[in-house]
């Protein structure tokens, strides 16, 4: 079955420091999508990435990267020069199946960025 | 451009009563869904629709659910009779095609007393 962890429940980290969010996923499929979003203290869900499982290659916007590995299974989120309007929930989210719109969610990661 | 939207923002009701919390999808999306979020389960998918159809409902949590998409820009999820373990967020989102981006609405914030 399709699992999603992330270990990490909650990170605080002072302002301007680089912080990593650990996303590991279990999936059966050959073809299926990873995403983040963003959950801040309003409340909505923020679309961060979509990665699809052929595409291993990192990704960068702005002060954010993703790190994809098939090898280990890990999609991790880095931010660099964390703000404190970072500060949110993260989650990371797995498609089940390559056909169907059914997300599998992490636990999320509540990152607090300090001043 | 609108996004996903959804009404009420927030709903305080009593046990018993009937809730109905509504959904219109970005224009030109085809998947609709339901999600629920407590601290116990987290973010939880409910109902799934395409073109209005409904696909999956194997997430609802019991014959109290019930949830219709009666055309495209309109979904609803309504709970009867409601119970205060209801008590969650309920996001809408929408997408284009199944494995698209799935847009959030602002969600219903939903409290059974």
């Known amino acids: 079955a399709q699992k999603v962890t992330q270990a990490q429940t909650e990170i605080s980290v002072v302002e301007k420091e680089d912080v990593t969010l650990d996303c590991v996923y279990e999936t059966r499929d050959t073809t299926y999508y990873l995403f983040w979003y963003k959950q801040p203290p309003s409340g909505e869900l923020v679309f961060l990435i979509r990665?699809?499982?052929?595409?291993?290659q990192n990704e960068i916007s702005g002060r954010y990267s993703w790190n994809f590995q098939k090898s280990t299974s890990s999609f991790n989120f880095t931010i660099t020069a964390s703000q404190v309007v970072d500060s949110a929930v993260y989650f990371c989210a797995l498609s089940e199946g390559s056909n169907t719109g059914k997300l599998i969610f992490g636990q999320g990661t509540t990152l607090q960025v300090k001043p | 451009d609108a996004g996903v939207i959804q009404s009420p923002r927030h709903e305080v009701t009593e046990m018993g009563q009937e809730v109905t919390l509504r959904c219109k999808p970005i224009?030109?999306?085809?998947?609709l869904f339901w999600y629920r979020q407590t601290m116990m389960r987290g973010l939880e998918l409910l109902i799934y629709?395409?073109?209005?159809?409904?696909?999956?409902d194997s997430g609802m949590p019991e014959d109290r659910f019930s949830a219709k998409m009666p055309n495209a820009s309109f979904s609803t999820l309504k709970i009867q009779p409601s119970e205060p373990r209801d008590s969650a967020v309920y996001f809408c989102a929408s997408s284009l095609q199944g494995v698209e981006t799935q847009y959030f609405g602002p969600g219903t914030r939903l409290l059974v007393l």
């Open positions: 629709f395409n073109n209005n159809v409904p696909i999956d």
């Open positions: 990665r699809n499982s052929f595409d291993e």
């Open positions: 224009s030109g999306h085809d998947y």
